[in-house]
């Protein structure tokens, strides 16, 4: 993988887990939940990344098919 990955944990709703921002230097930065357990924040982290790795930012599709493919 050649992209560049930021992480950052912070205290969010506990509905979300996780989220990744596309930024415009062609990173990405994966921001994680806080208030998760830390094997779930693993979980969601490994998330995140695999759609990174499978280039699901570049798609031009609805993102509920995306996370249908992710599971």
Avoid: W
């Amino acid at each position: 993988m050649d992209a560049d990955v930021n992480t950052i944990i912070t205290d969010m709703p506990p509905r979300i887990k996780s989220y990744v921002v596309a930024n415009k230097d062609l990173s990405y930065t994966i921001v994680i939940n806080a208030r998760m357990a830390y094997g779930q924040q693993l979980i969601s982290y490994s998330h995140e990344l695999s759609h990174i790795r499978n280039g699901d930012y570049e798609k031009k599709c609805n993102v509920d098919i995306i996370e249908f493919n992710a599971h």
